[in-house]
């Protein structure tokens, strides 16, 4: 049950964008295992002025952030790494070092649905 969420800069126009995410979400299923119907991917805007890295870095950066159960393997993780940032560069133009992607890996305890903490409910894995 992997949440995704994609911090892009506002200059990225909307028709990459909505690959992106189509794409990403295929990422999570066929990279890291996950049933096609559980994750959710979404992008949030910022205006660059709303911005700022070091003069010397690209203000237009992306972050990712993944939420997810523990458990996942290292190299399943590097392989989600590599293909979410060629994912990225191939709908943005911006270069790997722009693309800062970081998991964060959250126990079925810490989250519900519905009011329903995840570790009640049968989700199938």
Known sequence: MPFVKIHIPSSIELSPRE???K??????????DIKFNHGHV???????????????????FVIV?????PGRSADMKEKLFHNLTEIIKNHTGLKGEDILITI???ERDNWAKGGI?????DLGY
């Open 23 to 32: 794409e990403v979400r295929e990422a999570l299923v066929n990279t890291i």
């Open 117 to 121: 903490g995840l570790s009640k409910i």
């Open 19 to 21: 690959k992106i995410v």
């Open 65 to 69: 952030e993944i939420i997810m159960f």
């Open 42 to 60: 979404v992008i949030y805007d910022s205006p660059v002025p709303s911005r700022c890295v070091h003069e010397s870095r690209n203000n237009s």
């Open 104 to 106: 964060i890996e959250s």
